[in-house]
């Protein structure tokens, strides 16, 4: 079964900038639908930028178009999301998903398999 692990959070000032990463194991990321999505404290969790299987479609949440990019390594069987300008709005706990229908069907309920998340932090 594909399990996924994301890496790359941290600690970073408003500004900033970070790289997640979702490595993939157990499958293939070129047969899912991957998405990033974001829980912060007390809020529910909201998609973020999804990526199709080809890799040649994507889509963003509309407070982080402009300042996220996701993409995505076939060779390295992961997947990554570039964040630039983050902001303190930005602080959540990121994960990563895969679903195996068809893009852009990257909602919380669509997607099969999740990462266990990666906490990305951006003081005020």
């Known amino acids: 079964q594909l399990q996924l692990v994301e890496s790359g959070g941290g600690l970073v000032q408003p500004g900033g900038s970070l790289r997640l990463s979702c490595a993939a194991s157990g499958g293939i990321v070129d047969y899912y639908v991957i998405g990033w999505f974001r829980q912060a404290p007390g809020k529910e969790r909201e998609g973020v930028s999804c990526i199709s299987m080809s890799g040649s479609d994507t889509n963003y949440v509309d407070s982080v178009k402009g300042r996220f990019t996701i993409s995505k390594d076939s060779h390295e069987n992961t997947v990554y999301l570039q964040m630039n300008s983050l902001k303190p709005e930005d602080t959540a706990v990121y994960y990563c998903?895969?679903?195996?229908?068809?893009?852009?069907?990257?909602?919380?309920?669509?997607?099969?398999?999740w990462g266990k998340g990666t906490l990305v932090i951006v003081p005020s």
């Open positions: 998903a895969a679903a195996q229908g068809s893009f852009p069907y990257c909602a919380v309920n669509d997607m099969d398999r």
